[in-house]
């Protein structure tokens, strides 16, 4: 018995001799913390491969509301771009650029060219007036709680923005590029390249080539024409719906990742017309007497037409079906191409 008590005395020891040499050990080297990941302050679109760097935020006391006006050329050429704020571009009769920037940046205009037969600006550029410190992206642009510019309709307005709900009206051309915001433009005739990372983009009641981008947003397009003879109409988006409704393009491209595609319109004849979606289905509505060959390919999904069509050919696989069609005699090209969807083929209302 005190054999066995002194056996339980001396592990109890061991133990507390353990316990105190583990206590010591974790105190003198502490688990280090996993490290902090760095995260940046405003998501960007994951269709760019970097992120975009954010600017600084206009401090308040620097905030300021100016309104600045130079007469210009009637067919300028209008440069800028903006950090942040509501933007609203009107065209108007006046040989004048007018720009109203509230609660944000001071700015100026540089000319950056002059017509040589009226000595008038026909490039200018809209620009912060000071920039402090090392370059950073956005940091020389307009930027406030809302950006207006009155300039002729004869002005070709290219800018960039980073987020900005933009719209433009009655003005030559565009040219512009969004990171986050919708875009609405109307009223312009010289043709249109507008690009948004997330967010929708709008046209109405213009014509010339034309191109639509968005990564995260849809796309409609109505009462769009071309100015010119090969004018191409360009529709793409990565997630969302394409809705085209009374273009007059002979050449058109409209293709969503995951979204349908809408189309409201008739064929022209001799023109090339591709409609494409890897989820989602394709509607067009036509006239009853249009004349088109239908190129269809399309994997889980069915085809079906209102009208009558006179099947080519028919060729069922276990991946998809295929199908040539042609309606009256066939003038125009129109390529359906669905992965996981259905075709459909209605007359107009």
């Not at 002194?6 to 105190?27: D, G, H, N, Q």
């Not at 006006?69 to 108007?92: H, M, R």
């Not at 050919?313 to 191409?337: D, F, Q, R, Y």
Request: with cysteine; charged share 20%.
């Amino acid at each position: 018995m005190t054999t066995f008590k002194a056996t339980i005395f001396r592990i109890e020891i061991l133990l507390c001799l353990c316990t105190v040499f583990v206590s010591a050990s974790f105190a003198q080297s502490p688990i280090p913390e996993p490290p902090k990941s760095k995260t940046p302050e405003r998501p960007v679109a994951n269709a760019r491969p970097t992120a975009t760097p954010v600017p600084p935020r206009i401090p308040r006391d620097e905030r300021v509301t100016t309104e600045r006006a130079i007469a210009v050329d009637p067919g300028v050429n209008l440069k800028f771009c903006v950090s942040e704020g509501a933007l609203t571009i009107n065209g108007w009769d006046r040989d004048e650029v007018r720009v109203f920037v509230k609660d944000g940046r001071r700015f100026g205009f540089k000319v950056l060219e002059r017509n040589a037969k009226n000595d008038k600006p026909n490039w200018v550029w809209a620009a912060r007036e000071t920039v402090d410190g090392p370059p950073v992206p956005f940091a020389n642009c307009l930027g406030g709680a809302r950006v207006e510019i009155d300039a002729p309709v004869g002005t070709t307005v290219s800018f960039e923005a980073r987020t900005s709900g933009a719209t433009i009206d009655s003005v030559k051309s565009v040219s512009v590029k969004v990171i986050e915001g919708s875009i609405a433009i109307r009223n312009v005739s010289g043709g249109v390249k507008a690009e948004t990372y997330k967010g929708d983009v709008m046209l109405e009641s213009s014509a010339g080539e034309i191109t639509l981008k968005t990564t995260t947003g849809n796309i409609l397009a109505f009462d769009v024409n071309p100015g010119g003879v090969g004018d191409l109409l360009v529709a793409q988006t990565s997630s969302g719906t394409i809705s085209l409704q009374k273009v007059n393009h002979r050449q058109i491209k409209a293709s969503s990742i995951s979204g349908s595609v809408l189309f409201n319109s008739g064929f022209l004849t001799g023109g090339i017309y591709n409609f494409k979606t890897s989820n989602g289905s394709i509607e067009l509505q036509i006239p009853a007497d249009a004349s088109s060959t239908f190129i269809a390919s399309l994997g889980f999904g069915s085809f079906n037409s209102a009208v009558a069509l006179d099947v080519q050919s028919e060729n069922i696989t276990p991946g998809g079906k295929s199908i040539v069609a042609m309606l009256g005699n066939g003038s125009a090209t129109v390529n359906l191409t669905t992965t996981s969807g259905s075709i459909r083929i209605l007359k107009q209302k």
